[in-house]
Nanobody, 130 residues
Framework: QVQLVESGGGLVQAGGSLRLSCAAS????????LGWFRQAPGKERAFVAAIVWSGGSTYIADSVKGRFTISRDNAKNTLYLQMNSLKPEDTAVYYCAADVHARSLHTFTYYADSRWYDYWGQGTQVTVSS
């Protein structure tokens, strides 16, 4: 089993920055892919970014590309999402997720599909005020 514990959400003004963290435990990450998704009230859960744990390849949604950066700390088994130039439309509950079956490199479409992820964090609220 994999446990994911998120932190770093909060209230920030438009144009500001936040860094979300997701600490993972229970498994090694050599065969994992980890991602960030977000869900705003009344909207479907949307892909934000993903990273392949072993090689570090990243996939970023067009809506946040250039503003958000996904990264990892292998020694700490921790996933990060650095969010800069935040906009009110970024307001959502942000979830980290782990795909323990990602044994090889897949396409953007694969990593953006929430159905492939096996474990999810509790979510952390990000609110961006205008």
């Amino acid at each position: 089993q994999v446990q994911l514990v998120e932190s770093g959400g909060g209230l920030v003004q438009a144009g500001g920055s936040l860094r979300l963290s997701c600490a993972a435990s229970g498994r090694t990450f050599s065969n994992y892919a980890l991602g960030w998704f977000r869900q705003a009230p009344g909207k479907e859960r949307a892909f934000v970014a993903a990273i392949v744990w072993s090689g570090g390849s990243t996939y970023i949604a067009d809506s946040v590309k250039g503003r958000f950066t996904i990264s990892r700390d292998n020694a700490k088994n921790t996933l990060y999402l650095q969010m800069n130039s935040l906009k009110p439309e970024d307001t959502a509950v942000y979830y980290c997720a782990a795909d323990v079956h990602a044994r090889s490199l897949h396409t953007f479409t694969y990593y953006a599909d929430s159905r492939w992820y096996d474990y999810w964090g509790q979510g952390t609220q990000v609110t961006v005020s205008s």
